[in-house]
């Protein structure tokens, strides 16, 4: 699974509110280039197409002019819900809690080009803070709505929770602040409805200050033992976003997406589009084998939920597609030169470890 190209599903859900407005994918593109807009040039853009964050911010200015919808970037942001950010949109919803979802926003942003965040840590409280260097005053204000608005939608999926209908003081979101360097705007009314938190405009930055008391809430969907299958995941995406020709880590990516009832070799070699000979042969090229591969994966997700989860060595090894958990015991000895219980007691020595599975 590729990476979600997140910045073309904001371009796509532009050209929904465009279409209802009664302006052209054409109409919106040429006032987007006279801005400064960098691909799509001949008009052509598909999901393949690599929008930057100013490329965005060029495409609402645009729409907002062509349509006159002053709070178009929260409305559009309001639409970009969890499944829009793919693999990583369901790591977070497996994630524990929210301190734990939002470290995670942090750490993988760069997989589907996401918003400018930056953490800035207060004891046990967090501060979300949105990166506006070299943006004008126009482009400052859409995107704070558009990430603001986009992490207002990815929060209610984690946490469920409303303003509405409960007890003053009772409501971890109440103790939110979110904070807007521009003046009120005139549609500050649907900041009200869209954040159910403290709001404050004039302020020295745009961000959302989060106490311990909500980021230590559960997320109400958290799974630890898939949220260790998509962290990897996570991980293999972001190290090979600079190595995708390398036959290795698409095998990598496939195998690691397929927890739990691995791929075969012929599968993979047809999900990759060549045939299961060619395969071999470029695996051969860069050193290494299918089973090697596999072995590989097997290893970094067995390590993960032996120190992650309190699941026994037999549910493990099942995870992991051996019949008998004798076979799992060995195997996991010859990778890493101890058994699976003493791994997880902490009797091993990471580097040695790293040396044996590279």
């Known amino acids: 699974m590729k990476g979600r190209n997140l910045q073309y599903d904001i371009y796509q859900r532009l050209l929904s509110c465009m279409e209802k407005a009664g302006v052209s994918p054409e109409q919106l593109l040429n006032r987007a280039y006279k801005k400064g807009l960098s691909v ?8 393949d197409t690599k929008f930057s964050g100013l490329d965005i911010m060029y495409l609402l ?3 907002e002019e062509l349509s006159g919808d002053t709070a178009l970037a929260m409305r559009i942001g309001q639409q970009i819900n969890i499944e829009s950010y793919g693999t990583f949109g369901f790591a977070l919803m497996t994630c524990a809690t ?3 979802a939002i470290y995670l926003l942090e750490r993988y942003k760069k997989i589907f080009s996401g918003p400018p965040w930056q953490i800035v840590e207060q004891d046990k409280d967090l501060t979300l803070r949105v990166n506006c260097d070299g943006l004008s005053a126009k482009q400052t204000q859409m995107t704070s709505e558009l990430c603001f608005s986009q992490l207002a939608s990815i929060g209610k999926t984690l946490h469920g929770l409303k303003n509405k209908n409960r007890m003053p003081g009772t409501n971890p979101i109440e103790k939110v602040e979110i904070e807007f360097t521009y003046p009120e705007p005139p549609h500050a009314d649907l900041y009200i409805d869209i954040f159910p938190a403290k709001i404050a405009f004039n302020r020295d930055s745009n961000q959302i200050h989060f106490p311990a008391k909500f980021l ?3 997320v109400k ?8 299958v998509f962290k990897q995941q996570c991980a293999e995406l972001l190290s090979n976003l600079d190595n995708a020709e390398k ?6 990516v496939l195998l690691i997406q397929s927890a739990g009832s691995f791929l075969k070799i012929g599968e993979v070699a047809d999900q990759l589009g060549i045939s299961e000979r060619t395969l071999r042969r470029r695996l051969n090229a860069e050193a290494t084998s299918f089973c090697h591969t596999l072995d590989e994966i097997r290893n970094l997700l067995a390590r993960e939920y032996l120190t992650q989860t309190d699941l026994i060595v037999a549910e493990i090894a099942h995870l992991l597609g051996y019949e008998e958990t004798a076979n799992f015991r060995r195997a996991f000895k010859r990778w890493n030169g101890l058994s699976p219980s003493q791994y997880r007691s902490g009797k091993y020595d990471n580097s040695r470890l790293l040396g044996m599975i590279t």
């Open 40 to 47: 799509g040039k001949c008009l052509s853009v598909s999901d």
């Open 61 to 63: 200015e645009a729409a």
């Open 98 to 100: 929210q301190r734990d």
């Open 216 to 218: 230590d809430m559960p």
């Open 221 to 228: 969907t958290a799974n630890p033992f898939d949220y260790i």
């Open 247 to 252: 036959i290795t880590a698409a095998v990598r």
